[in-house]
């Protein structure tokens, strides 16, 4: 695999230096009244695939976002902004499917990365996908402003479907689909930021208390996600494999000699492709030790690079933070 990441979004190419995801992304169509450059084939079909959804009584046609047939063939994806994927087929102007996205059921559902999601205890926050920005609080990077992309992550010829899904600064998340398989295969919640600075440090404990619920108050939580995707355990007929290097950041209390957070814990996952990718029994100190054999650090992760204007190719500003306290995060 080449070792760049190449976004082209809307028409618009850049190329970024990259160790981390070595594939090629390329930015769907948007949904926005036909101001993004686009050819003759990808602007009738826009308008057919737009057509054949607001024929169904159970689509919402007017949250659609992007759509992509991912540079071949007669089916084309639609995504909207209520996490439906819609599949429709341009030659007859048929229906085929949908799929309604959720955070990716490995991730979810494994016990050991709970710490790595949140430990907020509230049940009236939704820790599932979510796709919102505000106009004084843009998604982390800005990379949810395209949430939908394509490339071929498994060097096969075949391009899988990339989905960025933010809820303003507070969260992103991941997602592989595969169009062969017709599931997701890979999801990571890159990111969880609860953080807000305390009006009453001294009342709260600490001075980053969480937005999310300032009543008790809750001490803030920053937690990042990294992947790399590569050959990295030496099997020459593994083909696919990922790691995700995971960090959890709390605050320092009132009183401490520091200032922000302090890294509370962190963790290496290997990840091998089997149809979808599956988590392996390697154990963290073998993982890292990949990574440190291929010099690869934590801002050569992916997420790396900011989209936001004013910032495109420079590190995203939350995930290398000096208040984080990390010698990595610094690199």
């Known amino acids: 695999m080449n070792n760049k990441f190449r976004l082209c979004?809307?028409?618009?190419?850049?190329?970024?230096?990259?160790?981390?995801?070595?594939?090629?992304?390329v930015g769907a169509v948007p949904y926005d009244r036909g101001i993004a450059p686009r050819t003759n084939e990808q602007r009738e079909a826009s308008?057919?695939?737009?057509?054949?959804?607001?024929?169904?009584?159970?689509?919402?046609?007017?949250?659609?976002?992007?759509?992509?047939?991912l540079d071949?063939?007669?089916?084309?994806?639609?995504?909207?902004?209520?996490m439906f994927l819609y599949r429709v087929k341009f030659s007859d102007a048929s229906y085929m499917s949908a799929l309604s996205l959720t955070r990716w059921p490995t991730e979810v559902n494994d016990e050991s990365l709970g710490a790595f999601t949140s430990n907020y205890s509230g049940d009236w926050y939704d820790y599932g996908l979510t796709l919102d920005t505000w106009v004084d609080r843009k998604g982390i990077g800005c990379l949810s402003d395209a949430p939908l992309r394509y490339g071929d992550i498994e060097d096969d010829g075949i391009s899988e479907l990339v989905l960025m899904l933010g809820d303003v600064d507070r969260t992103l998340d991941i997602l592989v689909f595969s169009p062969e398989q017709e599931t997701v295969?890979?999801?990571?919640?890159?990111?969880?930021?609860d953080s807000f600075p305390a009006e009453f440090p001294d009342k709260a404990g600490y001075e980053y208390v969480s937005e999310i619920d300032m009543r008790s108050p809750y001490p803030a939580e920053r937690i990042y996600a990294k992947v790399f995707v590569g050959e990295f355990d030496g099997d020459t007929e593994t083909t696919n494999e990922l790691i995700v290097w995971r960090k959890r950041f709390n605050p320092y209390p009132v009183g401490s000699s520091?200032?922000?957070?302090?890294?509370?814990?962190?963790?290496f996952e290997h990840y091998v492709q089997v149809d979808e990718y599956q988590r392996q029994a390697t154990d963290q100190a073998?993982?890292?030790?990949?990574?440190?054999s291929k010099n690869l650090r934590w801002p050569d992760g992916y997420p790396n690079v900011s989209e936001c204007e004013g910032q495109?190719?420079?590190?995203?500003?939350?995930?290398?933070?000096?208040?984080?306290?990390?010698?990595?995060?610094?690199?």
């Open 312 to 331: 495109e190719g420079e590190l995203i500003p939350e995930m290398h933070d000096p208040l984080l306290n990390d010698p990595d995060v610094l690199q």
């Open 185 to 193: 295969t890979f999801g990571m919640r890159a990111a969880f930021q």
């Open 286 to 292: 073998t993982v890292q030790q990949w990574l440190a």
């Open 72 to 82: 071949q063939g007669n089916e084309w994806y639609a995504f909207s902004r209520e």
């Open 258 to 267: 520091n200032q922000g957070f302090y890294l509370d814990q962190s963790s």
């Open 47 to 69: 308008y057919v695939v737009y057509d054949v959804l607001a024929a169904r009584p159970d689509v919402n046609e007017l949250s659609l976002l992007a759509l992509t047939n």
């Open 9 to 25: 979004v809307f028409g618009c190419f850049a190329v970024y230096s990259s160790n981390s995801l070595g594939l090629d992304l």
